[in-house]
């Protein structure tokens, strides 16, 4: 406990005048370009084209990249901070930041060659395409070791043949990652990473996901028939794949953590406005106990989740081990964002049941973040296997 505690004590959480910019300029974005339309394209299950395009033009979509490859050379703090404010109003749309930032990107940037940065990480990093990050399957969603998608081995390209699963971007991206297997009794250290363009022969887009949250992000199934992939567009050594997948998911999941602390943050600031309007037995209904220890105890766990959050994001500016921080962060912000959606409804009442009132789908949006980029159960186990590590 003393060594924890010396640790968060030497956390510096003061935001600097560059970071309270950039949380003001996502908080702007979201308010005046993605909370127009958002109940339109959840009904609809609309990916928000135009609004992702600004996103690349304001600098949201490379947010980590160096500038040397077109990105903005920002910090991880920078990053949770404008996802959190685009979380509170868009869930569908930080999902689409997150994914490019946090995974292809990042990945790309700290595992790629040269070339391959030079080819790909300038073109997402400016948003001029998107990117995908293809690891779950059919049967490989939390366990990612068994990866049914083959990348044979052909001498000077891989051919690939397999189905991935609840890929995010997977209909809208022109540059996918894609985890595969290439030798079998090697197990994980048989696992490769490979880069595949949009538009390469064999590789098909599968059909849209009708989800229950995030409806207007695409999630799609990709579908890869003799896919010839050359040798160059392997990420890493041969057998690199699965430990470049886990090294990438831990970064994401900081990411995913900021998209619940804004989902929670949205949620509760929704509530406690229209407490504020509501009457009911003569008066504001924030004036009712009963609604203000709801809205104390909201406030209260999303500031620890906040805490959590930027922790793990300072963790990983200063180079230091992050693996269970961004654990801890991911499932202490995601059961919160569950949990404070749920009492956003119930505050509106039947109100938080209707659909321009927003709650209702923010309770929606917030159940993906206990699933996607590690279930909760599994961020449990990676927290349990780092106390002995």
């Known amino acids: 406990?003393?060594?924890?505690?010396?640790?968060?004590?030497?956390?510096?959480?003061?935001?600097?005048?560059?970071?309270?910019?950039?949380?003001?300029?996502?908080?702007?974005?979201?308010?005046?370009?993605l909370l127009p339309g958002i109940v339109e394209r959840d009904n609809e299950a609309r990916f928000p084209a135009e609004q992702v395009k600004r996103m690349g033009e304001l600098g949201f979509m490379g947010m980590m990249v160096s500038p040397d490859y077109g990105g903005g050379g920002m910090d991880t703090v920078s990053y949770v901070l404008a996802m959190e404010e685009i979380s509170k109003v868009d869930a569908s749309a930080s999902v689409v930041m997150s994914v490019n930032n946090s995974l292809v990107c990042y990945g790309l940037e700290a595992f790629g060659t040269e070339e391959q940065k030079q080819k790909y990480l300038t073109r997402l990093a400016s948003g001029e395409t998107l990117g995908a990050f293809c690891l779950s399957e059919p049967e490989a969603g939390s366990d990612a070791t068994s990866q049914a998608t083959s990348a044979e081995d052909k001498g000077d390209y891989y051919l690939v043949n397999g189905t991935k699963n609840w890929i995010t971007n997977g209909g809208s991206s022109g540059i996918c990652l894609v985890i595969a297997q290439t030798d079998r009794e090697k197990k994980h250290r048989g696992i490769n990473c490979l880069i595949i363009e949009k538009g390469t022969p064999g590789f098909v887009v599968g059909k849209k996901e009708d989800k229950m949250g995030i409806r207007a992000s695409d999630t799609h199934s990709l579908l890869f028939t003799d896919v010839q992939v050359p040798k160059e567009n392997r990420i890493g050594e041969d057998g690199f794949g699965f430990k470049f997948a886990m090294s990438t998911l831990n970064g994401g999941r900081i990411g995913i953590a900021a998209q619940a602390l804004g989902i929670a943050a949205g949620a509760y600031e929704l509530a406690l406005k229209y407490s504020q309007e509501r009457k009911a037995f003569g008066k504001q209904i924030f004036d009712h106990q009963a609604i203000q220890f709801k809205l104390a105890e909201m406030v209260t766990k999303i500031e620890a989740a906040r805490l959590l959050v930027y922790k793990a994001a300072r963790l990983k500016d200063e180079h230091k081990d992050y693996v269970q921080a961004a654990a801890m962060a991911k499932l202490f912000a995601s059961d919160v964002a569950m949990w404070a959606t749920t009492e956003a409804v119930q505050i509106h009442g039947g109100y938080g049941y209707v659909k321009e009132f927003h709650v209702e789908r923010m309770m929606r949006d917030a159940k993906i973040t206990q699933i996607y980029e590690g279930t909760s159960e599994i961020q449990k186990l990676v927290i349990a296997r780092e106390l002995i590590r």
Not at 3 to 13: I, K, P, R, V
């Open 1 to 33: 406990m003393a060594s924890a505690t010396l640790e968060l004590q030497g956390l510096n959480f003061n935001l600097s005048e560059e970071h309270l910019a950039v949380q003001e300029a996502a908080r702007d974005f979201a308010q005046t370009e």
